[in-house]
């Protein structure tokens, strides 16, 4: 009976390696997780998410600069709004290019408006 329990709980520890081992390699790509942001105000795409996308992000990604993807409207900004904030946050490769990173509150503006159903506002 003893041994019964030993070799049950070799396999069982295995077969909990061999679940948790493929998420340990995980790919370069791979988006980073967002940390948890509190959003005391509705924001305001038109007051706040359009110019800060202007100031940051437009001379190489607004319209005709050429550089996808073109991020100078809300339905744009809209459908990139997962890579863009990855990006902001480094991942693939850090916006705005060449760095130095967004002020923290300023992503986090961002990921309010996302998470508030990125309004049209
Ligand atoms: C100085 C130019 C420049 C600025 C400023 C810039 N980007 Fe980029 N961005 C690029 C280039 C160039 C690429 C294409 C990828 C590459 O070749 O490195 C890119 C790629 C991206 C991508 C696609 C990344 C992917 O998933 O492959 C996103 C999203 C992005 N930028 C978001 C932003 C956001 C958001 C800002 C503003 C906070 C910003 N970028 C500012 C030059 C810029």
């Known amino acids: 009976?003893?041994?019964?329990?030993?070799?049950?709980?070799?396999?069982?520890?295995?077969?909990?390696?061999a679940l948790f081992?493929?998420?340990?390699?995980?790919?370069?790509?791979?988006?980073?997780p967002l940390p948890e942001v509190t959003c005391s105000?509705?924001?305001s795409f038109s007051a706040q998410i359009a110019?800060?996308?202007d100031a940051n992000c437009a001379s190489c990604h607004g319209a005709g600069a050429g550089t996808?993807?073109?991020?100078?409207?809300?339905?744009?900004i809209s459908a990139n709004a997962e890579a863009m904030i990855?990006?902001?946050r480094g991942t693939p490769e850090l916006m705005p290019q060449?760095?130095?990173?967004?002020p923290d509150s300023l992503i986090q503006q961002f990921q309010c408006w996302m998470e508030q159903g990125k309004l049209q506002n």
């Open 41 to 43: 105000s509705t924001i």
């Open 21 to 32: 081992l493929p998420s340990a390699c995980t790919k370069a790509k791979a988006p980073v």
């Open 86 to 88: 990855q990006a902001m």
């Open 68 to 76: 996808s993807p073109t991020l100078s409207n809300h339905a744009e």
């Open 98 to 102: 060449g760095g130095p990173a967004l």
């Open 51 to 53: 110019p800060m996308i």
């Open 1 to 17: 009976m003893k041994k019964t329990v030993s070799i049950f709980l070799a396999f069982g520890s295995m077969a909990v390696l």
